[in-house]
Each structure stands twice: as structure tokens, then as C-alpha cells.
């Protein structure tokens, strides 16, 4: 029985087993060995695409259905409901399914192993506030990867895997991973003993950059769909403003699939009609009738990317699919103000995962930064102010946990 390792994540996947000592990633397309978490249903060709197919079937406009950040719909009611996706009738937790069984396929092709055993990544805490949930997200992780074919999976927390995989940290040091990814960050506090790791303690929080992507969209972009202006009513002379569920929806990537509905399309047809300033309703009936939701949030993370950039204080974001010439501009400052709130939970789980464990700040000599987010200024800001003292360490952002899970899943047991 041989194991996979699997970091299924909210933006990206990577696989990993272990090879002469050393983690060996899957090639899980070709020339990369991690590929975008996104899903793509090609309604003309009748086919399923992965990774950067998928995406690029989306940015070329083909027929069909896309998604993405599957992952943060674990544990809701939503994964279990029976829907019309495209040619076939799916509940979401086939489509994970069927995601991590086009992984598995993968891993056996190029190594010539059969996988029957995935040792699977999972974030700390799935949903932060909803224990239920939260185990229920588990249990649909779980079942996904059974109706995926393996035999039997266990889980080991992210940020513990990462921590594994780690550079060297002297005896009685401590180390803090700060794993900042698409859907949720993670901390875990460990220490070396000889060759093996020990995990003091591990928190986390269900914020990240899907976030990010979703507070920068309703506040930069939405506006000029009409978030927030006035509708004239249909009876009377009254008016009111928008109601906001539309624009939240299309700032929400695993929502976005569910936003072009017959009732979605009336209402943005009644509020181009009834809009006081008519043209951002246009836009909206026109992002609704052509399906630009996910085109907005991709252009949306690019620019994210973009204004992060050391040497760039003003960045646009992309929106000419809506319009000729139309770009949202994201400044510096402007992400860094939508991105405090956040930013501030992202500390406070850094604060508490130091009280699990009962230690100051300075007793942490080196923080190791993991995931996509973690790149982000507003993030090493934070982290650097509440650790001073520590040494920096960039892992392999989007890679350190596939290794360290490739060198549990060789071990008889996690950790
Ligand atoms: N250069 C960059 N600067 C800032 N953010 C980035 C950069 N590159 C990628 N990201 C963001 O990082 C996130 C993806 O990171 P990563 O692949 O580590 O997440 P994940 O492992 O899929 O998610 P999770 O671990 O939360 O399930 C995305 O939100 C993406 O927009
Ligand atoms: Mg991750």
C-alpha cells in the first residue's frame, strides 16, 4: 500500500511521495508540480479539464462551467446538493472527487505506483467560528477522497507538514510557520529534536486571499456594477439603494458559478431600467448575460499580485471583458486599508497560537512563510511587528507543504 501526499488547496494542488530520502513532487502538469485547484466543464466538447486548461478555457471564453476554491465549500450544505453542472448531474463533492482521482491518475502515470492511501493536507480550522462545520468539512474532505478510489486517507494539519519540511533550526530554538493560502492561514509553533519535529501548537483561521480578492472586488470594482447606487422603485416614487447579495455573490469565488440565475438576470434588467445612473447596471446585466463573474476575479487577483510589487504604487485592475477601457485602479494604499481588517485576524490568530502555547513573542527565533498570500506586504508587516526579533524564512511558497506531507505519508504513522 503506497501513500500520497496531497495539499488540495483552495488556489492550488501539489502532490508529493517520498524518493531516495527526499520529497519528489508529481509533475502534475506538464513542467509544474503544482496546478491551479479549478475545475472546468467544456458544455460543446462534453469533457472535464484541471489546472491551467481550465483556466484558460475560462479566460478564452469557451462554453461551459468553471471553478474554483472548492475547498472553502467543505462542510457546507451546498457540497451535498444534487445540481445540473453543465452535461452531468453533480453534487460538488463528486466534482473534489473527481479532482483528486485525476490527481491520484496523475501520480500514477508518472511514478508507476498505485496509490491507495492519501495522507491529505488540511487547514487547522476549515471555518473558524463552526465546529460543526468545521468536522463536517472533514468528513466531506474525507469522502471525496473514498468516492476518489483511495482506499483510506488521513489527515495531517498543513502548517505542521510545513513544518517538516522546514530549513535547520538549533536545538531548543523554536519556529513559527505563517502559512497564508487562498482560503485560510496557519500557524504551528515547533522544534527540532535531533531529526524529528516537534509541534508544540497549531492554530488557524479562515482567512485568505479568496479574501483579499473578495474585500478588493466589493469595494474597487462592484461600485462600478452598481453596488451601492439608488434604484428608482417600480411602483411610486420612492427609491432605494441596490441590495448588496448580487455583489457579494460576484465577489465570491466559489459563489460565482451560482450568480447567473433567471431571477439575478431580471433584477439587473429591472435596475438598468429603473437605475438613476443607469450604465453600471448595464454592466452588470451584461457580466450576468456573458457569465464575467470569474473574469473579474481573476483580473481582480492579478491586480492584488500587481500593487504588490515593490516598485508599483498604482496598479489597474483589468476590467475591459465589461467595457472598452474600463479598469478599476487599486492604489497602495487603498488595497492596504481594504486589507486591514484582515490583516488584523491573521495577527490575532498569531497571538493566540502563541498563548495555546503559553510563550512571548520573543521566544520565536525564526518564522518560516508559506503559502501564495504570505507574499503580500501587508502580511510580512504584520508578522514582522509582532516578531521583531526572528529570522525570516521563505520556503517554497506553494510547494513546503506537498513536501512535508511527502515525507509523513513515508512514515508509518504522521509525525
Ligand atoms: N505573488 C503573490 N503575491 C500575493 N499573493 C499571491 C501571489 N501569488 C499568489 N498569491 C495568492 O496566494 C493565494 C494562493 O496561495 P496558495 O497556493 O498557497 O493557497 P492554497 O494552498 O491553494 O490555499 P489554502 O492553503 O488556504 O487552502 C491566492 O489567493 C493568490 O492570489
Ligand atoms: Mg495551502
Not at 482521482?101 to 505506483?113: F, K, N, P, V, Y
Not at 487577483?301 to 516598485?311: T, V
Amino acid at each position: 500500500m503506497a501513500t500520497l501526499g496531497i495539499d488540495f488547496g483552495t488556489s492550488n494542488t501539489a502532490a508529493g511521495v517520498l524518493a531516495a530520502g527526499r520529497p519528489h513532487l508529481i509533475t502534475v502538469e506538464p513542467g509544474r508540480k503544482t496546478l491551479p485547484t479549478s475545475v472546468f466543464f467544456d458544455y460543446d466538447r462534453k469533457v472535464t479539464t484541471y489546472g491551467s486548461v481550465a483556466n484558460a478555457a475560462l479566460i478564452d471564453g469557451r462554453e461551459g462551467r468553471f471553478m474554483r476554491a472548492l475547498k472553502s465549500v467543505l462542510g457546507t450544505p451546498l457540497m451535498r446538493e444534487r445540481r445540473q453542472i453543465a452535461y452531468a448531474r453533480l453534487t460538488l463533492l463528486e466534482v473534489v472527487a473527481q479532482f483528486l482521482q485525476m490527481i491520484r491518475e496523475r501520480a500514477e502515470a508518472e511514478t508507476g505506483q498505485t496509490y491507495d492511501v492519501a495522507l491529505s493536507g488540511r487547514p487547522v480550522r476549515f471555518h473558524s467560528l463552526d465546529p460543526v462545520r468545521n468536522a463536517q468539512a472533514e468528513v466531506d474532505l474525507r469522502e471525496a477522497y473514498l468516492i476518489a478510489g483511495y482506499k483510506d486517507v488521513s489527515f495531517m494539519y498543513e502548517p505542521e507538514a510545513a513544518a517538516l519540511a522546514s530549513g535547520p533550526l538549533e536545538a531548543g530554538a523554536l519556529g513559527l510557520i505563517v502559512d497564508i493560502g487562498g482560503g485560510t492561514s496557519d500557524f504551528s509553533i515547533f522544534e527540532r529534536q535531533g531529526d524529528r519535529t516537534r509541534i508544540i501548537a497549531s492554530h488557524g483561521v479562515r482567512v485568505g486571499g479568496t479574501d483579499f480578492d473578495r474585500a478588493i472586488s466589493i469595494t474597487e470594482v462592484m461600485p462600478l456594477l452598481g453596488r451601492g447606487a439608488e434604484v428608482r422603485n417600480a411602483i411610486g416614487d420612492g427609491r432605494h439603494t441596490a441590495p448588496n447579495a448580487i455583489f457579494n455573490d460576484l465577489a465570491t469565488w466559489q459563489k460565482i458559478p451560482f450568480v447567473y440565475t433567471p431571477e439575478n438576470r431580471r433584477m439587473a434588467e429591472d435596475f438598468a431600467k429603473l437605475g438613476i445612473d443607469p450604465v453600471p447596471f448595464a454592466r452588470l446585466e451584461s457580466v450576468l448575460d456573458m457569465e464575467l463573474g470569474h473574469d473579474i476575479a481573476f483580473a481582480v487577483e492579478a491586480g492584488k499580485i500587481q500593487i504588490n510589487k515593490p516598485d508599483i504604487s498604482d496598479a489597474g485592475i483589468d476590467l475591459r471583458v465589461i467595457e472598452r477601457n474600463l479598469w478599476a485602479r487599486l492604489t497602495k494604499a487603498a488595497m492596504a486599508a481594504v486589507l486591514a481588517d484582515h490583516a488584523a485576524q491573521i495577527r490575532q490568530c498569531a497571538i493566540e497560537t502563541l498563548a495555546m502555547a503559553d510563550l512571548a513573542p520573543d521566544r520565536i527565533s525564526k518564522i518560516v512563510f508559506v503559502g501564495g498570500s504570505s507574499l503580500l506586504h501587508v502580511i510580512e508587516d504584520e508578522m514582522t511587528a509582532l516578531f521583531p526579533h526572528a529570522a525570516l524564512e521563505r520556503a517554497e511558497a506553494f510547494t513546503a507543504v506537498a513536501d512535508g506531507l511527502a515525507i509523513a505519508a513515508a512514515r508509518d504513522l504522521p509525525l
